[in-house]
């Protein structure tokens, strides 16, 4: 069973930055899927940013590609979004999520993900 837990979230004037950061424990399977999703109020959920445990692949939405930077940190444990020049249209509830054994042509898909952390309030306004 896969623990996630996130910090970071706040509130930030337009052209601003903000780091999430998503803490694993109870990890056991060598290769997965780590993803960033959020939500709006009245909107679907919808994908951020994800790599895979290789952290060899990166993968962006449109809306947030040359903004946003998914990373971690040496021991793997940590998973960070550092979000800059963030707009209105980012503000969201974000989650990080886990896909044990997660395949690269499910990576965006949220539906996929088994293990998500409680969600962090992002709002970017002024």
């Known amino acids: 069973q896969v623990h996630l837990v996130e910090s970071g979230g706040g509130l930030v004037q337009p052209g601003g930055s903000l780091r999430l950061s998503c803490t694993a424990s109870?990890?056991?399977?060598?290769?997965?899927?780590l993803g960033w999703f959020r939500q709006a109020p009245g909107r679907e959920r919808e994908f951020v940013a994800a790599?895979?445990?290789?952290?060899?692949?990166?993968l962006y939405a449109d809306s947030v590609k040359g903004r946003f930077t998914i990373s971690r940190d040496k021991t793997k444990t940590t998973l960070y979004l550092q979000m800059n020049n963030l707009k209105p249209d980012d503000t969201a509830v974000y989650y990080c999520?886990?896909?044990?054994?997660?395949?690269?042509?499910?990576?965006?898909?949220?539906?996929?993900?088994?293990?998500w952390g409680q969600g962090t309030q992002v709002t970017v306004s002024s």
């Open positions: 999520a886990e896909d044990p054994g997660g395949i690269l042509s499910s990576i965006r898909v949220w539906q996929h993900y088994d293990y």
């Open positions: 109870g990890r056991t399977r060598p290769n997965y899927n």
């Open positions: 790599m895979r445990s290789s952290g060899r692949t990166e």
